[in-house]
């Protein structure tokens, strides 16, 4: 199991830029998939994107392509989210989640929360106009 938490977050007007970060305890991160999915007041966790263990290629969901950066940094066990010019529809909470070791898929597995063993507690990011 690993103890995921997020940091980063907070208030930013429309077209700024955030970057959360979810720092990982343990010894598998760099052979797990990492992925940040978002909640929303009043609406279901949604899938932001991931970043596999074995080449780091990236999947985002489409509403953020383009202005969202996945990345991992496999000797500090954290993993980041750099997030630019943010759209009021970007409020939400976002969470940091671990596959488990080995795991491995494309967009349609990797964008499945239930793909995924261990979460973070979240962490808020607010988009004013």
């Known amino acids: 199991q690993v103890h995921l938490v997020e940091s980063g977050g907070g208030e930013v007007q429309a077209g700024g830029s955030v970057r959360l970060s979810c720092a990982a305890s343990g010894r598998t991160f760099s052979k797990q998939v990492m992925a940040w999915f978002r909640q929303a007041p009043g609406k279901e966790r949604e899938f932001v994107g991931a970043?596999?263990?074995?080449?780091?290629?990236?999947y985002y969901t489409d509403s953020v392509k383009g202005r969202f950066t996945i990345s991992r940094d496999n000797s500090n066990n954290t993993l980041y989210l750099q997030m630019d010019n943010l759209k009021p529809e970007d409020t939400a909470v976002y969470y940091c989640a671990a596959s488990r070791p080995y795991y491995n898929g494309n967009y349609y597995y990797l964008s499945r929360s239930d793909k995924y063993d261990d979460w973070g507690q979240g962490t808020q990011v607010a988009v004013t106009s």
């Open positions: 970043i596999t263990w074995v080449d780091d290629t990236t």
